[in-house]
């Protein structure tokens, strides 16, 4: 086909994996494709920013495994480092991660701020039975119900409970086809959920080692990029029975703009992003409490969607905030106390250890110090550290009031509460908190149709890119799903015949499976 143009509505990572994909596979120029985003900042959940001053801030840090995300590395291996000129960022997170190893050895903390022993999983045989048969169910019995409806209250008190959802960030009303799919993509996983080994990071956040070099890779391909302009509308009209876009509405700086979608060329949709209605707090102040009226994030997909079944149902994922709404918060501390009383108290080096989950904490609170400088712009002297709650809504322990109306001061407050610090430890400290309603909606229970095809049926020159989109056998809330809905994308509309790396089936693999089976009966 001649070279068309593309336009990517959304800066996330899965518009600029796209991009990539249409330079390095479908030979299109760089100049040919324009990226719009609402934000100032491409990245889209991938985001990283701030000062030492200011105080760093990052509403999350996804985790990474060198044993699954195959389309993820396949496009990294193509793109150059920024720290380390003739490497590229596949490399240099090979080799970082080969320096810092994760071993976990607080993986969760009790009330009476002791390590719990976790080799054991703590299943009964009820719960290793219904576990077997959650994960031998097909997505057809599994469809609309909750992991509730499978497994039993009890088991929702074990160590493995405890370690596998705050790791993945489920809850136990979530889909159960979901933690069905997690549980047979990350079965290796399974038997090393104690000690996060098989975790791989960034050398920094994954704005700075991810997202960037990414995007200074696109610019110097010729990619065009427009930030701070809102995509309103997709102008289109029906043609042999299929929707072709003609035409994308804008609303930016300058005003409302309409840009022409001619014969031929490609657009590539960002449906609503999990990260949608984020808002951030101080201090002093509780991050505001905002919802998709006040962002608008969600209208453009709602639109597509009416009398379009073919384009899913978004009302499935965006109804209900009290089920998808979690809390982050990021710490800047211009001393190293903090870090020094947490590494002695639980045994690991920055970078090495992973989350650190407060097993008793109302909240259930859990944070990471991750290798130092986290940042790239970040000080020699300043550190910083990350920390999330799944249950923001509830009185705190120590802090008599829900996390979701708390300043940053306030978590410092609790934190210091469940870890025994004088509060002289956070002295220097400044946490910033984020409140994100639709982090988690993408894990709302679903049935067949709910979520899209990249390439929705009867579509010509559209394709959709986001954690709302229908891939067999892969799992959303992670990197990786947003940059194979990419490739498969990219493929599709260019009709490249090139293949597109697998899911490892590693559920298959007797040692695997032998693993996974000596761990939950330890």
């Known amino acids: 086909m001649s ?50 001053e200011k105080g760093y801030s990052m509403r999350g840090g996804r985790m990474l495994t060198t044993d699954n995300y195959e389309c993820t590395w396949d496009l990294f291996k193509s793109i150059p480092s920024l720290q380390h000129p003739g490497r590229t960022v596949f490399e240099e997170t090979v080799e970082f991660n080969q320096k810092h190893v994760a071993n976990s050895k607080a993986r969760l903390v009790d009330r009476r701020r002791a390590k719990v022993a976790v080799t054991s999983m703590g299943f009964s045989m009820e719960d290793r039975v219904e576990l077997l048969k959650l994960s031998r169910a097909s997505e057809e019995e599994l469809a609309g119900s909750r ?48 000690t996060l080994a098989g975790v791989k990071r960034t050398i920094y956040n994954q704005y700075d080692s991810l997202v960037l070099p990414l995007q200074q ?70 991050p505001a409490q905002l919802t998709k009226a006040e962002s608008g994030g969600w209208k453009l997909w709602e639109k597509l969607a009416e009398g379009r079944p073919e384009f899913g149902r978004p009302a499935a994922f965006n109804s209900s905030i009290a089920q998808s709404c979690w809390e982050s ?82 978590i410092l407050r609790e ?36 979520r899209p095809l990249p390439v929705p049926r009867n579509t010509k020159n ?22 194979r809905a990419a490739q498969m994308a990219v493929y599709e509309l260019l009709k490249l015949d090139r293949e597109i790396p697998p899911v490892t089936p590693h559920a298959q693999s007797l040692p695997v499976e032998f693993a996974a089976m000596v761990k939950a009966f330890q």
Not at 420 to 439: E, G, H, L, S
């Open 329 to 410: 918060f990021t710490v800047t501390l211009k001393d190293t106390e903090f870090f020094r009383q947490m590494q002695e108290f639980s045994g690991n080096e920055a970078g090495t250890g992973g989350l650190v989950t407060f097993r008793d904490s109302n909240w259930l609170m859990s944070i990471v110090l991750a290798h130092q400088p986290h940042f790239a712009n970040q000080p020699a002297d300043v550190q910083v550290f990350w920390g999330y709650a799944l249950l923001p809504d509830r009185l705190g322990n120590f802090v008599a009031k829900p996390m979701a109306e708390c300043n940053g001061a306030e």
């Open 217 to 286: 890779w696109l610019e110097g391909q010729g990619v065009h990029f427009v930030p701070n302009c809102t995509v309103t509308e997709l102008e289109h009209k029906t043609e042999d029975g299929k929707l072709v876009v003609t035409a994308i509405h804008c609303e930016g700086s300058g005003g409302s703009n309409t840009v022409a979608v001619a014969e031929g060329d490609l657009v590539f949709f960002q449906n609503a992003s999990m990260t949608d209605a984020s808002s951030v707090g101080s201090m002093t102040q509780a």
């Open 415 to 450: 934190l210091c509460g469940h870890l025994r610090f004088d509060m002289d430890a956070v002295k220097t400290a400044n946490c910033i908190p984020c409140r994100m309603p639709y982090i988690t909606s993408m894990f709302m229970p679903r049935v067949a149709g709910d």
């Open 147 to 194: 992991i509730t409806d499978w497994l039993s209250p009890e088991f929702f008190e074990t160590r493995f409970w405890y370690m596998w959802c705050t790791t993945f960030a489920f809850q136990p009303w979530h889909s159960a086809v979901e933690f069905k799919r997690y549980l047979l993509r990350f079965v290796m996983e399974f038997a090393r959920i104690d």
């Open 3 to 52: 070279d068309p143009r593309a336009y990517l509505i959304g800066g996330g990572i899965g518009s600029l994996a796209a991009a990539a994909f249409m330079i390095r596979d479908g030979g299109i120029a760089g100049s040919n494709l324009t990226v719009f985003d609402a934000g100032a900042v491409m990245g889209g959940a991938l985001d990283g920013a701030g000062d030492a």
């Open 462 to 483: 559209l394709a959709l890119l986001s954690q709302f989109v229908e891939i067999v056998d892969d799992t959303v809330f992670t990197v990786e799903f947003s940059v």
